[in-house]
Antibody, heavy 121, light 107 residues
Framework: QVQLVESGGGVVQPGGSLRLSCAAS????????MHWVRQAPGKGLEWVAF????????YYADSVKGRFTISRDNSKNTLYLQMNSLSAEDTSVYYC??????????????WGQGTLVTVSS | EIVMTQSPATLSVSPGERATLSCRAS??????LAWYQQKPGQAPRLLMY???TRATGIPARFSGSGSGTEFTLTISSLQSEDFAVYFC?????????FGGGTKVEIK
């Protein structure tokens, strides 16, 4: 079955950087757009970034634009999120998520287990 | 940005009863709305998309309705496993946005 496994979370100081990875399996990764969605402790869901199946288009939430970069390596079935200039407001569980249909609407039928990013001095 | 507003924030329901959750969009999202269920410590699970289409494996006691700006998720007879937080999400416009969630708790 479809699996998404995030890694790379941890504790980082304000102003620091972190790169998250999401290893995908059991589906044709190169055919699907992928997203990062985050959830601050005890809070709701916030969409973070999207990348098209071939990497040709990317979209970001205003809250991360200019600081975060989404990328993918289809040869490794892996999604990435490079996070720079981190602040306490970025503290969240970060989920990678797959869209339901290739080329379809941006809703998420599979999610990873999440990786916790804590920004603290 | 389209703001999604869910109500109520908390819904107290007895097992076997009906639960009705609302989601309102600040502007029309057509039928491009999804619902997710999230249990503590777990990732969200897709319940409904296109406002009224159940995702794979979702029981028939879950139903969705609405279009434009007003949407409803109904759970016809609550089971113990249905007590969770429910989020709506619009996928009509960038940026994608979620509602703040409705917690369905045991009365």
């Amino acid at each position: 079955q479809v699996q998404l496994v995030e890694s790379g979370g941890g504790v980082v100081q304000p102003g620091g950087s972190l790169r998250l990875s999401c290893a995908a399996s059991a589906f044709t990764f190169s055919s699907y757009g992928m997203h990062w969605v985050r959830q601050a402790p005890g809070k709701g869901l916030e969409w973070v970034a999207f990348i098209q199946h071939d990497g040709s288009n990317k979209y970001y939430a205003d809250s991360v634009k200019g600081r975060f970069t989404i990328s993918r390596d289809n040869s490794k079935n892996t999604l990435y999120l490079q996070m720079n200039s981190l602040s306490a407001e970025d503290t969240s569980v970060y989920y990678c998520a797959k869209i339901l249909y290739s080329g379809g609407l941006q809703l998420f039928d599979h999610w990873g287990q999440g990786t916790l990013v804590t920004v603290s001095s | 940005e389209i703001v999604m507003t869910q109500s109520p924030a908390t819904l107290s329901v007895s097992p076997g009863e009906r639960a009705t959750l609302s989601c309102r969009a600040s502007q029309s999202v057509s039928s491009n709305l999804a619902w997710y269920q999230q249990k503590p410590g777990q990732a969200p699970r897709l319940l409904m998309y296109g406002a009224s289409t159940r995702a794979t494996g979702i029981p028939a006691r879950f139903s969705g309705s609405g279009s434009g700006t007003e949407f409803t998720l109904t759970i016809s007879s609550l089971q113990s496993e249905d007590f969770a937080v429910y989020f709506c999400q619009q996928c009509n416009n960038w940026p994608l946005t979620f509602g703040g969630g409705t917690k369905v708790e045991i009365k």
